[in-house]
């Protein structure tokens, strides 16, 4: 069974500050990670892709992916009001042809 | 952008009835899903096709079918509507092991 288990929260940080949010997964054999934005009532968003080992940098956000400790990680620096939503890990385990979604971690921002 | 189509935001349904959700998307996707999401319960995958006529089950199919008939449109089936089955509806689809992009999301009433 695969599992992807993230940080229940819920997590709040002050505007401006730099909010991590953290994503285990059991499988070694994952080859895909993405993160995805959820503001209440809408759908999911996706804000990263990551394949490969260490960071990848788009704006405010930085992916971390870690494969020898199953792990990968979303930090949003300087964060604003508007990033307040749930943040969903999501793995794809190389053969796979769905994604494993973790239950979300809920971020608010403080203003 | 890629887009994906739900055809309805808002349903409402008696028990008993035979409700569809249709979804289109227009980037020429192998893979198209249905999930469920509850509050609490996070995302779950009720069916997925990654080919015309092809569908798969993922982890919650029961009460549920689905049918692709041609490779934009992936509808899902309730055979016989509960009110259990009250939900947000979300349709996705992607190239293989490539992230999803989902609809905006039906929430279904089922009364």
């Known amino acids: 069974q695969k599992e992807v288990e993230q940080n229940s929260g819920p997590l709040s940080v002050p505007e401006g500050a730099i909010a991590s949010l953290n994503c285990t997964y059991s499988?070694?054999?994952?080859?895909?990670f993405f993160w995805y934005r959820q503001y209440s009532g809408k759908s999911p968003e996706l804000i990263m892709s990551?394949?490969?080992?260490g960071d990848k940098e788009d704006g405010r956000f930085t992916a971390q992916l870690n494969k020898a400790s199953q792990y990968v990680s979303l930090l949003i620096r300087d964060s604003q009001p508007s990033d307040s939503a749930t943040y969903l890990c999501?793995?794809?385990?190389?053969?796979?042809?769905?994604?494993?979604f973790g239950s979300g971690t809920q971020l608010t921002v403080l203003p | 952008d890629v887009k994906v189509t739900q055809s309805s935001r808002y349903l409402v349904k008696r028990t008993g009835e035979k409700v569809f959700l249709e979804c289109v998307q227009d980037?020429?996707?192998?893979?198209m899903f249905w999930y469920r999401q509850d509050p609490g319960l996070g995302l779950r995958l009720i069916y997925f096709?990654?080919?015309?006529?092809?569908?798969e089950k993922g982890d919650i199919p029961e009460g549920y079918s689905v049918s692709r008939e041609k490779k934009e449109r992936f509808s899902l089936i309730l055979e016989s509507a509960s009110t259990n089955q009250t939900s947000m509806y979300l349709c996705?689809?992607?190239?293989?092991?490539?992230?999803?992009?989902f609809g905006d999301g039906t929430r279904l009433s089922i009364l």
């Open positions: 996705a689809s992607s190239f293989p092991r490539q992230p999803q992009h």
């Open positions: 499988d070694r054999g994952s080859q895909s």
């Open positions: 990551i394949y490969s080992n």
């Open positions: 999501a793995v794809n385990e190389g053969t796979a042809r769905q994604l494993t």
């Open positions: 980037m020429d996707h192998e893979n």
């Open positions: 096709s990654y080919d015309v006529k092809m569908k």
